[in-house]
Nanobody
Framework: QVQIVESGGGLVQPGGSLRLSCAAS????????MGWWRQAPGKQRELVAS???????NYADSVKGRFTISTNNAKNTVYLVLNSLKPEDTAVYYC?????????WGQGTQVTVSS
């Protein structure tokens, strides 16, 4: 089973940017697609961005045009660049199989957008 470690979160002002990283112990494409999910306090976990093993990306409407997902397959790493951040982007961000919420999850990385 692939072990995941997310990093790169922090406190940022509205309009700011962050780059999240997801380091995997094995091939990140042992699944069809990898994704970045987020869970805000009191809300369900949601998938915000995904990338297939062929590089096809997809984004939730709420982040489209602001977030960019990419991979470095040689490093077994998935990235998420977050631009034009809004307070409603505040959440714990997780890297996980984009096709299923089953299986173990990493600890995530906290993103807080506040002035």
């Amino acid at each position: 089973q692939v072990q995941i470690v997310e990093s790169g979160g922090g406190l940022v002002q509205p309009g700011g940017s962050l780059r999240l990283s997801c380091a995997a112990s094995g091939s990140i494409f042992s699944t069809f697609a990898m994704g970045w999910w987020r869970q805000a306090p009191g809300k369900q976990r949601e998938l915000v961005a995904s990338i297939t093993n062929r590089g096809i990306t997809n984004y939730a409407d709420s982040v489209k045009g602001r977030f960019t997902i990419s991979t470095n397959n040689a490093k077994n790493t998935v990235y998420l660049v977050l631009n034009s951040l809004k307070p409603e982007d505040t959440a714990v961000y997780y890297c996980h199989d984009a096709t299923s919420s089953a299986g173990s999850w990493g600890q995530g990385t906290q993103v807080t957008v506040s002035s």
